[in-house]
């Protein structure tokens, strides 16, 4: 089965302040994906990649960078977090794009202070 | 605006009854559907996925999808409190990553 992990698991962070969020695949697939996940507001993707050195945005990019160092290695970076970002985040991989199942990491809830 | 619409927001069903959930995309370009379960706490992972018109089966859980209207339906029979999670469904064509509705909660009580 899809394994993907994600650390930290949980991140408390200020107003301002810099927060990386990492995420890797071992399943040598060509897509990965950043999700915020909020009630009432279902799963929104942020960014996604199709291999080492792409970055496509997703329907909520603002605020947020994103960068795919390797085929396993997937990071979402705030920079000058606010609290609107305060969620849980997920990281997800899959073969292809339109018609492959995704695989979700475990999540990473951020609280922005 | 929200492309892909899910209902109910929330249901209660009985344990042993049978739970029917509805979704519908406003993108006409979408051509798979699918449907994710969550449990509290954890991430979601993949329930079904429904191509062509019509039923698909498996084991408690039934897929229908009506192309011409972009509506799919996931039906469970004899509900079970394992059941009891947040259903996501998504809908995507073969050059578009998938889009999400904003869940339903099933809630199967004893």
């Known amino acids: 089965e899809a394994a993907v992990t994600q650390s930290p698991r949980n991140k408390v962070t200020v107003t301002g302040g810099n927060v990386t969020l990492s995420c890797r695949q071992t399943n040598s697939h060509n897509y990965m994906y950043w999700y915020r996940q909020d009630t009432g507001h279902g799963l929104r993707l942020i960014h996604y990649s199709y291999g080492a050195g792409n970055l496509q945005i997703g329907d909520v990019p603002d605020g947020y960078k994103a960068t795919r160092t390797t085929q396993e290695d997937f990071f979402l970076l705030l920079e000058l977090a606010s609290p609107s970002q305060t969620s849980l985040y997920f990281c997800?991989?899959?073969?292809?794009?339109?018609?492959?199942?995704?695989?979700f990491g475990p999540g990473t809830r951020l609280t922005v202070l | 605006q929200q492309k892909v619409q899910q209902s109910p927001e929330s249901l209660i069903v009985p344990e042993g009854g049978m739970a029917s959930l509805n979704c519908t995309s406003s993108?006409?370009?979408?051509?798979y559907f699918w449907w994710y379960r969550q449990h509290s706490g954890k991430s979601p992972k993949m329930l079904m996925s429904i191509f062509s018109n019509g039923e698909k089966e498996e084991g408690r859980f039934t897929v229908h999808l009506n192309k011409a209207s972009l509506h799919t339906s996931l039906h469970i029979r004899d509900s079970q409190p394992s059941d009891s999670a947040l259903y996501l469904c998504a809908a995507s064509n073969s050059g578009t990553y998938q889009r999400f509705g904003t869940g339903t909660k099933l809630q199967v009580v004893p």
């Open positions: 997800a991989s899959s073969e292809g794009l339109g018609v492959y199942e995704q695989y």
């Open positions: 993108d006409r370009n979408v051509d």
